[in-house]
T-cell receptor, first 115, second 115 residues
């Protein structure tokens, strides 16, 4: 099973709201990722967690706050977003393979609209 | 850092024809090359991948070839079907030697298969 689940599927929020995106995997993967994808563009890496520790933050604004409560769960907390933050937010997971890349499995994404 | 170029950006073929998408990468240390298929409104789905110690890999109607010397890799889809219509992304692991190699994506190819 290579399933990564994400909730909610769609989210509309105002610029003053606080909301959270959730991601879950049960493949025993110890690396989890948040990506942002704009229309007709490839996914852009935002955060990487490895063994529940934040290992990479690709200069993402502080209005996005990731959290990894355990090895199966990944959250993305959203606060004071801007309309340009509207996008598809993708979660992915992979095994941790020292010194080499490996397959990342993506969830279906959360379509976020900021009004 | 790694840079991945993908061509063409759009590709239209008749059902039953073959489709070829090409990618080049810049970092000779990259060692893992996946291909993703993304249908409208869905997350990217891993369809095939190849490691740098292999020159070719096949899975039914799809195949990937890798030329390490020239630093390019290609996706080949034979006997195309309308359900192959999607956006295809190539990627390369940047292989920087950390606990996992992050993926650098090409800009995508929109494949349309006409019945």
């Amino acid at each position: 099973d290579t399933e990564v689940t994400q909730t909610p599927k769609h989210l509309v929020m105002g610029m003053t709201n606080k909301k959270s995106l959730k991601c879950e995997q049960h493949m025993g993967h110890r690396a989890m990722y948040w990506y942002k994808q704009k229309a007709k563009k490839p996914p852009e890496l935002m955060f990487v967690y490895s063994y529940e520790k934040l290992s990479i933050n690709e200069s993402v604004p502080s209005r996005f706050s990731p959290e990894c409560p355990n090895s199966s769960l990944l959250n993305l907390h959203l606060h004071a977003l801007q309309p340009e933050d509207s996008a598809l937010y993708l979660c992915a997971s992979s095994q941790v393979l020292p010194g080499t890349g490996g397959p990342q499995y993506f969830g279906p994404g959360t379509r976020l609209t900021v009004t | 850092g790694e840079n991945v170029e993908q061509h063409p950006s759009t590709l239209s073929v008749q059902e039953g024809d073959s489709a070829v998408i090409k990618c080049t990468y810049s970092d000779s240390a990259s060692n893992y090359f996946p291909w993703y298929k993304q249908e409208l409104g869905k997350g990217p789905q891993l369809i095939i991948d190849i490691r740098s110690n292999v020159g070719e890999k096949k899975d039914q109607r799809i195949a990937v070839t890798l030329n390490k010397t020239a630093k390019h890799f290609s996706l080949h889809i034979t006997e195309t079907q309308p359900e192959d219509s999607a956006v295809y992304f190539c990627a390369a692991s940047d292989g920087y030697g950390g606990s996992q190699g992050n993926l650098i994506f090409g800009k995508g190819t929109k494949l349309s298969v006409k019945p």
